[in-house]
């Protein structure tokens, strides 16, 4: 991976290195609605479409991503 560069300059707003574990935590959420939504015996409309739907993504370690005008070199190694 010594030679992995950007194809463009979109730099994530964050100190944080990865979402894995808010992205885990809403997954858990949603599959235990579900569980309890099928325990139920409700419709299938009732179910959540996404993981989003119950979690806040803002709420998240990282805030997004921008665009850089003039990125430094070493911000364009992945």
């Given at each position: 991976?010594?030679?992995?560069?950007?194809?463009?300059?979109?730099?994530?707003?964050?100190?944080?290195q990865s979402?894995?574990?808010?992205?885990?935590?809403?997954?858990?959420?949603?599959?235990?609605?579900?569980?309890?939504?099928?325990?139920?015996?409700?419709?299938?409309?009732?179910?959540?479409?996404?993981?989003w739907a119950?979690?806040?993504?803002?709420?998240?370690?990282?805030?997004?991503?921008?665009?850089v005008a003039?990125?430094?070199?070493?911000?364009?190694?992945?």
């Open positions: 991976m010594s030679r992995s560069r950007r194809k463009s300059p979109i730099i994530g707003v964050t100190t944080a979402e894995a574990q808010c992205k885990a935590q809403a997954e858990r959420k949603v599959r235990r609605l579900v569980r309890q939504t099928l325990g139920e015996a409700l419709h299938g409309d009732a179910l959540p479409q996404k993981r119950l979690v806040n993504p803002w709420d998240g370690p990282k805030d997004g991503k921008h665009w003039d990125p430094v070199a070493k911000w364009m190694r992945k």
